[in-house]
């Protein structure tokens, strides 16, 4: 599991004041960003063509469960799961104004603890000279053993 924090901005939230739909998945992947950062990816490699290989996302999924509102304090858990030699899942849970602790223990002791939202986002692997799959690098398999969920 990796846990990012992050502020909600202004810039975030639509005319109701509550964060656009859309722009909570973008913070979702900002997350991802930020667990293959902390791993030790080069970023700037991995999201460029450089390395023959690219990582699209081919489904993704969100349910939201309470509003987000400007200068909320987010607590989002990453929890990425291989499924195949090719592809992988990450489950999202994100959380406002509680302890990161309490998140990164995965415990949910009262009502505060509820997720706002959960999401899912589904990547796979392809080969930027044909787009057919290809399989994962060693470093995101590495990546992937480092951050999922243990028995
Ligand atoms: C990705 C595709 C080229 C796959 O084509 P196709 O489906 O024909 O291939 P296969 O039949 O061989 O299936 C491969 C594999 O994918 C699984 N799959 C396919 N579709 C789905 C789906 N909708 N939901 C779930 N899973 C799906 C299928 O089950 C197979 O899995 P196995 O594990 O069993 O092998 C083609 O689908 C494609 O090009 N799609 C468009 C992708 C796209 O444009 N997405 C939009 C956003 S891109 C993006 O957000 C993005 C995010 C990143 O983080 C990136 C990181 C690095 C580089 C690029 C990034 C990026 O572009």
Known sequence: MYIHQRQIYFKDTDAAGVVY??????????????????????????FSDRGGYAVPIVHAEID?????FCGDR????????QRSLYSFQINYQIFANCEADLVAQDIQLN??????????????????SDRRKTELPDQLTQWLANYSPTD
């Open 21 to 46: 739909f859309a722009n909570a998945l973008s913070i979702c992947h900002e997350s991802y960003e930020a667990a293959l950062r902390d791993f030790g990816v080069d970023v700037r490699e991995f």
């Open 64 to 68: 939201f469960y309470q509003p987000v």
């Open 74 to 81: 987010l607590v989002i858990q990453v929890l990425p799961e």
């Open 111 to 128: 009502a505060k603890q509820k997720p706002c939202a959960k999401a899912i986002t589904q990547h796979v692997c392809i080969s930027t």
